[in-house]
């Protein structure tokens, strides 16, 4: 079998997608599979690819022109291909549904997240909910990213996603179940030692990228009364994105300025040893389609509270390792929070066996045996 993976972000760019097409492309050729990558960026780093995967990419930034030598790529290398898997249904997925259907390819897309809703809240143009905006029209630039998006998931031979909530989103978009295939991604631990930190201090952790739907603002404006109950917890925030200034500006408005800390982007080890070095992991995420910080979090024995968004319950165990909330209910994350600080919040510790069982749904051995079977039966 031949894939050819159509890939709109590719390393050194950061994101779940990047790190999950080399993932992909190296554990399938491990597997005895042909690869080819066409991808959208135009300084891709080949050394993370195995040298049995074949890179192709764009030779121009300008947007049209890159476009259109993308989809001379796919089509060039589509020909002996006999999958086309696109890493989303809209910078990848539609030229590569056009070619598909050019060349009567079957194709397989990839959706982790709702494009539409996500450029729409980037862009101050959504102020719904990612479920409210599923059964809303929009018009505008908005309205026509979420008729492509749509448009070709529906079209589409098989739709992999790495949630039941995104199944049940996808589904929502007229796709069948029979095309749904769950797959959650694939996590890869590394061992961390935990920062240093000082031995008085208890340090509540939040990753994520600044954007409106994470949440960031409310964990800060409910530190003055943490502090009230246990005045010697800090907020650690890792993380860049539009937000920035506006959290700035917050946490000088609240005086926090020795209490909560922006890290900015961080380096993966530096994160990990952040949430290594954390008394409890928070994330307030008005969306999240399976979030893998909770899972290193988790992979650390870091307790977690985190909203009941997206595939968050799909992970959070009650009482074993964390708790949920509704998504920006400051008045239960603050109790919650001043709870655990108090008591902790782990009732029923996990056995060796839970762990083991638990994890295995995101190894990475776990993730490419079932694309492969995935793909292969397409």
Same mark, same amino acid.
Request: aromatic share 8%.
């Given at each position: ?19 999950? *097409? ?255 070095? *954390? ?100």
């Amino acid at each position: 079998m031949r894939v050819l993976i159509a890939a709109d972000i590719f390393p050194p760019e950061s994101g779940g997608p990047a790190t999950y *097409a080399v993932q992909l492309a190296n554990g399938l050729v491990a597997q005895c599979i042909e690869v080819v990558i066409v991808s959208l960026n135009s300084d891709p780093d080949r050394s993370v690819l195995d040298k049995k995967v074949k890179l192709f990419r764009v030779v121009t930034r300008f947007k049209l022109f890159r476009y259109a030598h993308f989809m001379v790529l796919l089509f060039w290398h589509a020909w002996k291909s006999d999958k086309i898997y696109a890493m989303g249904p809209v910078n990848a997925g539609l030229p590569a549904w056009i070619i598909a259907r050019l060349l009567n390819k079957k194709f397989v897309v990839k959706v982790v997240g709702d494009y539409a809703w996500e450029q729409g809240q980037v862009r101050g143009l959504v102020k719904d909910s990612v479920d409210e905006f599923q059964e809303k029209k929009y018009t505008g630039k908005i309205g026509r990213l979420k008729k492509i998006e749509r448009e070709v998931v529906r079209n589409a031979d098989c739709v992999i996603v790495p949630s039941k909530y995104l199944a049940a989103i996808v589904k929502g978009w007229g796709v069948s179940s029979e095309k749904i295939k769950v797959i959650y991604n694939a996590v890869k631990f590394q061992a961390v030692d935990p920062v240093k930190k000082p031995s008085d201090e208890r340090w509540i952790v939040s990753v994520g990228r600044l954007v409106p739907w994470k949440g960031m603002q409310g964990l800060i404006e409910i530190m003055p009364e943490i502090l009230e109950k246990h005045p010697n917890t800090r907020l650690k925030i890792i993380g860049d994105g539009p937000e920035m200034e506006n959290l700035k500006s917050k946490i000088k408005d609240l005086h926090m300025e020795t209490v909560v800390q922006l890290h900015g982007n961080l380096s993966r080890t530096e994160t990990l040893a952040h949430i290594h070095a *954390a008394d409890l992991f928070v994330l307030n995420s008005g969306y999240e389609g399976l979030s893998h910080v909770i899972l290193e979090a988790l992979g650390f024995n870091v307790p977690v509270l985190a909203s009941a968004s997206g595939g968050n319950d799909e992970i959070i165990i009650s009482g074993k390792t964390g708790e949920l909330f509704q998504y920006s209910d400051k008045g239960v994350i603050l109790k919650q929070i001043i709870h655990f600080l108090g008591s902790g919040i782990t009732n029923n510790p996990w056995s060796q066996l839970d762990r083991g069982e638990f994890f295995k749904r995101f190894e990475p051995s776990t993730m490419i045996e079932e694309t492969k079977k995935t793909l292969e039966s397409v």
